[in-house]
């Protein structure tokens, strides 16, 4: 499989509006930054809210689907807003996006039960599908590969502030507030997002005659369904053997068999399988899936872990994510400048994924003698690792297709992160949770078993209640389960590897590119921004 250059170029770009790009580029990457962090922070700030939430509304039994049916509804409509935008344009797609979002952020925080919250998170999720999408196929059009790279270090302190301050920001609006404030954070900000896209924001038109791929979209939205429910459901509500799990696993083959044999056959297929001939994209999609499947699940434990085991506070649980977090930013500014200056970008999947391998085998060996110092350390190298693949996985992605398959390059990157982060959630989960569950049967019998019946993962308040042999016995069952999750963590980074091995190390071109040989043509990016 051979890979090309694929930087369009324009109609001829002027040298005088070359020369206005760059402040509005600021003005639109502010304005995209504020998208991305409504997008990431949303599911944190309500998560802290909904012990509020449940206190209000009730419907306990119905918990799970505030957030499994806003994940559902952002994981299938992902491909397609990637594809209405490589049709329609991708500033009416991506403004639609941000409406529809606040749109079911307005509705959610006016819910008055939890059947309705439940609806308007779905309409959320719609939104929030396309929000990701539309900053990365955004920049793919307005910045060159080879300057993009400039750029990767604001979007990995956008997910770093919000992955820390998501939690504070959603405890302090819910205790001062009202947990509705949760939702209606996100108004005044969509709006100021909404108003600087609108008026700095200028790229070429599109109108597609072709039909949307309907059939397409509803096989792969039924496949990808099925996958979230499986790894949302499997080993918690269901049993991983039950009739319900099987059927579920049926469905999703089948629908994502037929979607692949109908993307051969449609005029304007959602997700075009020519772009997988590239072998950059295809691997990238590879390590894009295992660094989600790594990365959520590492964030999932890791407070967990600190607040059982090492005696954390539960209050500030996004600090103790500092040292990954802090590592992967610097480690993220640190490759977007190399990359800038030297257009070479493969030696970062290669060490991204090595640190990422050794950093989650160093996490495996913690035990109840841990010090919050060393763990702090082995964190810090799974962050560096990460900081390594987070933005160059996207950036390659969308260096190997064609300019008019940027939405449905970024959207395909972006669900099989998004699908790696489920998947690394429930197969990690299940490993924890059986592996506490078997601990607490050796070390503190009946009444062990008896205190995980329920769940393995405990909150501060009924680790407190437990007697001092089940609360000791618990520490280390819970030393056992971090240990399981994350050995099976460091397997899962060789993968990432053996892949970024492969990758083949196309030119990124490109403002900052070297000067053009003798007779080969200047490169002008595609991008039209201008200033107003």
């Known amino acids: 499989m051979a890979d090309t250059q694929t930087v369009d170029t324009g109609p001829g770009a002027a040298p005088e509006k070359a020369e206005k790009q ?32 449940v206190g209000e509304l009730g419907g306990l039994e119905h918990l799970s689907w505030v957030v499994t049916a806003y994940t559902l509804a952002t994981a299938s409509s992902t491909p397609l807003w990637g594809k209405l935008g490589d049709m329609y344009g991708r500033k009416g797609a991506f403004m639609t996006s941000i409406v529809i979002f606040l749109f079911g952020s307005a509705l959610s925080g006016m ?21 990701m999408v539309g900053v990365m196929a955004i920049i793919g059009d307005l910045i060159p590969p080879r300057e993009r790279g400039k750029y990767q270090g604001m ?33 005044p900000l969509g709006v100021v997002a909404l108003a600087a896209i609108s008026v700095v924001l200028h790229l070429p038109k599109k109108r597609s005659q072709a039909r949307i791929d309907y059939l397409g979209a509803g096989l792969l939205t039924l496949g990808i369904t099925s996958i979230v429910l499986v790894t949302t459901w499997g080993g918690s509500q269901y049993a991983w053997t039950s009739a319900r799990i099987m059927e579920l696993i049926g469905i999703g083959v089948a629908a994502l068999i037929g979607f692949v044999f109908w993307q051969t056959k449609a005029t304007e297929p959602v997700v075009p399988l020519h772009i997988f001939r590239s072998r950059n994209f295809t691997l990238m999609a590879i390590i894009g899936f295992i660094t989600g499947f790594v990365m959520f699940g590492a964030t999932l434990f890791l407070p967990l872990y600190q607040q059982s085991v090492q005696g954390a506070s539960a209050t500030n649980s996004g600090l103790l994510l500092l040292p990954m977090l802090g590592a992967m930013l610097v480690t993220s500014m640190v490759a977007g ?9 493969k030696v970062f999947p290669v060490v991204g994924s090595v ?21 702090g350390v082995f964190m810090a190298v799974v962050g560096l690792g990460m900081g390594c693949l987070m933005q160059i996985t996207m950036l390659v992605a ?5 300019m008019k398959d940027m939405g449905v390059a970024s959207s395909t990157s972006t669900l099989s992160r998004t699908l790696g982060s489920s998947f690394g959630v429930a197969i990690m989960g299940a490993l924890f949770n059986h592996r506490v569950q078997d601990v607490m ?9 008896k205190v995980t019946e329920q769940s393995a993962q405990l909150d501060a308040k009924s680790l407190e209640k437990l007697p001092a042999v089940a609360r000791e016995a618990y520490q280390h069952a819970v030393s056992a389960g971090t240990h399981s999750a994350f050995l099976l963590g460091a397997v899962v980074a060789v993968v990432a590897l053996v892949a970024a091995v492969f990758v083949k190390e196309v030119p990124l071109k490109g403002a900052g590119s070297a000067a053009p040989k003798p007779g080969e043509e200047a490169v002008a990016p595609a991008s039209v921004v201008e200033a107003v």
Do not use: E
């Open 22 to 53: 760059p402040k509005s580029v600021r003005v639109v990457l502010l304005a995209l930054m504020i998208t991305m962090m409504l997008a990431m922070l949303d599911n944190m700030i309500v998560g802290t809210a909904m012990p509020t939430i």
């Open 111 to 131: 819910a008055q039960n939890m059947g309705q919250l439940i609806g308007f998170r779905a309409i959320q999720g719609l939104g929030a599908g396309g929000l």
């Open 155 to 187: 979007m990995a302190g956008v997910m770093a502030l919000a992955m820390i301050g998501g939690p504070l920001v959603g405890g302090t609006i819910t205790d001062n507030w009202g947990w509705r404030w949760s939702f209606y954070i996100n108004l």
């Open 337 to 345: 400048r190399v990359t800038t200056n030297t257009g070479k970008y």
């Open 355 to 375: 640190l990422m391998g050794v950093g989650l085998y160093l996490l495996s060996t913690m035990d109840t003698d841990t010090t919050r110092f060393m763990s």
């Open 398 to 402: 969308q260096n190997s297709v064609q």
């Open 441 to 449: 049967a050796q070390r503190a019998g009946a009444i062990g078993s």
